[in-house]
């Protein structure tokens, strides 16, 4: 299933929005006394962070060619 170009872009802006934010949720699983519990984390967004999820923005609107 192919996206429209609208779509796309709209795609591509919510990534761009996320990279805004100071912190990104993680999500880990945690034992406690033979239970397993799925527990959320926010760690701090790092430039690595924000230069991937660019990355990722540009191939969804097609910016990045695939050989």
Not at 41 to 60: K, P
């Amino acid at each position: 299933m192919s996206y429209t170009k609208e779509e796309r872009d709209e795609i591509a802006h919510n990534i761009r929005e996320y990279m805004k934010q100071p912190k990104k949720e993680k999500f880990e699983t945690v034992s406690y006394e033979k239970i397993k519990v799925l527990h959320r984390r926010e760690h701090n967004m790092t430039h690595y962070d924000r230069e991937w999820l660019e990355t990722i923005a540009q191939d969804v609107e097609g910016r990045i060619l695939h050989p």
